[in-house]
């Protein structure tokens, strides 16, 4: 039978100590928040507007995980609100899966951008290693206060900052991994990638296999709340 990780009392270890902010032992997400409001552990919030923290039903029982807020994102100070959120929530929809029924949060808490050429547009950045592990105890808390049932990873940086380098979406999406974040683990596509795709064909058969892959959390989490 599969052990449920949160009665694991070694559940919770410190994550690597890049993080010289305290991440206080917070009980809800709001303290978190604010806690998180003035957070400078690493580099990114000195050309960010504002830190996004993680958003959603405090008693969520699915968190999905991507990378990092966007430039909507940045100025508004919530995440998944962009052109990625709007396609999340056509995705969620079209799986059954209310977006007011999960969290969503990123595994970076501030934008990373370069500049454009011209310099008129701030453009996406992946963030860096150190950033993501120094980011990390607020995901650890979020995901300790949250104690989701499912997690669901978006797109190869939340997937491999969370369950290995090794992972790869593109070969193991949809299926579920052996982790001790949370009871059921899993990964799909970042919205973004469909986004990108290079044309409405491709377009669509991309969010087929997305909206396929969210179908199958919407039956886990029903089947988790009929058990
Ligand atoms: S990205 Fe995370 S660790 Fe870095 S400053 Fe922002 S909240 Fe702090």
Known sequence: MKKDPHNESKRWRSGPTWNTVFVPNASTITELRQAAAS???CDLWKRAT???FGEGAPNASI?????QPGDQEDRTG????GPAGKLLNEALAEAGIARSDVYVTNVVKHFSWTASERGKRRIHKKPRYSEIQACRPWLEAELRVLRPQILVCLGATAAQSLLGREFSVNRQ???LVDSSL???????????????APDDKS???QMRAFVSD???????AEKRRAA
């Open 214 to 220: 969210l179908k199958k959390v919407r039956q886990l």
């Open 203 to 205: 377009r669509r058969l």
């Open 182 to 196: 949370a009871p059921y683990v899993t990964a799909t596509v970042h919205p973004s990638s469909i986004l990108r």
């Open 39 to 41: 957070c400078k552990a």
């Open 50 to 52: 504002q830190t996004v």
């Open 78 to 81: 919530h995440p998944f609100v």
């Open 63 to 67: 968190m999905f995980v991507g990378e």
């Open 173 to 175: 999406r949809g299926q």
